[in-house]
């Protein structure tokens, strides 16, 4: 089936109006976007923030009638400048494929999908199997990256690992396969706990990794190394308890930080943890540390 998208620019105090209007005319499905394409990074939780200028993208079935919706939306929402495409039908299964294949990080570690060939990548290779998913961190962002290097330059083996803020798992299971001897993987969002779940049984992990969710009771022990890759509020929030999970000497790896945020975050940690070291890429931040005694 093909659909018909129907895309327009609007100001932020419009938003509700036009999208109850677009349901009401037949709209499956709206997206948002800022009309100049500007990121929000950090919202409060439970609010959906939008930009001074939002671009609105409504798809329709392809037999719907475009003067009666144009004529509609200048109606009610004063809205007159808009226009439609055409979206062929695809196999959208297949268009992810496309955009998603095998990436390395560091010198031996590679995220490989499941339709690529692992008979290509190099020998010796150390491999995480994982597929574009609904939760965070399959590589393609700059703070999983960030996190990947740090572990492939520096194996976690024998180490007690603790993945806070797990996503989709990808560096608890990198920390396994490169060496850790027991992952705790938390996170605090329901998909995200199952989907590393899955991606853990994937990678055959299981007797390495322990999933769990943030709120179940458990004394999660002193850990060798924990890596956190959120954002600035959380890490500044959860610093006391960082500094209570990691044994003395035990090592601190942070991402999710902007480069505008990473005072904040090194005068925050400085008071629990030395020798602190920052990495970037683009305009994301990593901070690695070591616990004072």
Same mark, same amino acid.
């Given at each position: 089936m093909d659909w018909i998208q129907l895309s327009l620019q609007i100001e932020r105090n419009q938003a509700d109006l036009v999208s109850e209007v677009l349901m009401g005319l037949g709209s499956i499905s709206i997206t948002y976007s800022d009309?100049?394409? =500007?990121? /929000? !990074?950090? *919202?409060? #939780?439970?609010?959906? *923030?939008l930009w001074e200028n939002v671009t609105i993208n409504a798809l329709f079935h392809s037999d719907l009638n475009q003067k009666d919706?144009?004529?509609t939306l200048l109606e009610i929402c004063n809205v007159e400048v808009l226009t439609f495409n055409l979206l062929k039908d695809r196999v959208w299964e297949e268009e992810c494929k496309k955009d998603f294949h095998a990436m390395q990080f560091g010198k031996s570690l590679w995220i490989c999908p499941s339709w690529e060939k692992q008979a290509q990548l190099p020998i010796g290779a150390v491999v995480i199997n994982m597929n574009p998913g609904l939760a965070f961190g399959t590589g393609t962002h700059q703070t999983t990256e960030l996190c990947l290097q740090y572990l492939d330059a520096n194996p976690p083996k024998n180490l007690n690992v603790i993945?806070? @803020?797990? @996503?989709t798992g990808v560096l608890a299971i990198a920390a396994a396969k490169l060496g850790?001897? %027991? #992952?705790l993987a938390i996170d605090n969002d329901p998909q995200a706990v199952h989907a590393t779940r899955e991606n853990v049984a994937d990678n055959q992990c299981e007797n390495i990794i322990t999933t769990m969710h943030s709120e179940e009771e458990s004394d999660f022990g002193?850990?060798?190394?924990? #890596?956190? =890759? %959120?954002?600035?509020n959380p890490l %500044?929030?959860? #610093?006391?308890l960082f500094a209570k999970l990691v044994r003395p000497n035990g090592l601190?790896?942070?991402?999710? /930080?902007l480069k505008e945020q990473i005072d904040m975050i090194v005068n925050c940690y400085a008071? !629990?943890?030395?020798?602190?070291?920052?990495?970037?890429k683009d305009e994301w931040c990593r901070v690695c540390g070591t616990r004072k005694y």
């Open positions: 009309a100049f394409d =500007n990121a /929000i !990074y950090e *919202p409060p #939780v439970g609010h959906m *923030p919706i144009k004529a993945d806070f @803020g797990c @996503g850790a001897k %027991i #992952v002193k850990c060798d190394l924990l #890596v956190a =890759n %959120i954002l600035t %500044i929030e959860l #610093v006391s601190l790896v942070l991402s999710g /930080i008071q !629990y943890f030395s020798n602190l070291e920052i990495s970037s």
